[in-house]
């Protein structure tokens, strides 16, 4: 088991930026692909960003330039570095880990644990 807690989300205005935690416990976090997710009122819970064992990176067109994600393996920890923020990208933030060898990371379906989630409120 692999328990999630986020942090680090607000309300900020447009232009702004946030940083999100994601702390974890449980079984060795460097053996897991880490991804983030949101989900805002009235949507489906969308991918976001996702961050492999290697480090490899993958993003979500629409915060392609805007966000970054990163972990640290000594401190069990994911991050994900929000800039430029939009009202758009209001919403409860996931941050979600899995421990398969192969799945469609971009897809909710592939991450077995999930974090409680984090509100982040963009005013315009």
């Known amino acids: 088991q692999v328990q999630l807690v986020e942090s680090g989300g607000g309300l900020v205005q447009a232009g702004g930026s946030l940083r999100l935690s994601c702390a974890a416990s449980?079984?060795?976090?460097?053996?897991?692909?880490l991804g983030w997710f949101r989900q805002a009122p009235g949507k489906e819970r969308e991918f976001v960003a996702r961050?492999?064992?290697?480090?490899?990176?993958y993003y979500a067109d629409f915060v392609k330039g805007r966000f970054s994600i990163s972990r640290d393996n000594a401190k069990n920890t994911v991050h994900l570095q929000m800039n430029g923020l939009l009202p758009e990208d209001t919403a409860v933030y996931f941050c979600?880990?899995?421990?398969?060898?192969?799945?469609?990371?971009?897809?909710?379906?592939?991450?077995?644990?999930w974090g409680q989630g984090t509100q982040v409120t963009v005013s315009s």
């Open positions: 979600a880990a899995s421990g398969r060898n192969f799945g469609n990371w971009a897809s909710r379906y592939s991450y077995d644990y």
């Open positions: 449980g079984r060795t976090f460097s053996n897991y692909v």
């Open positions: 961050i492999m064992r290697g480090d490899n990176t």
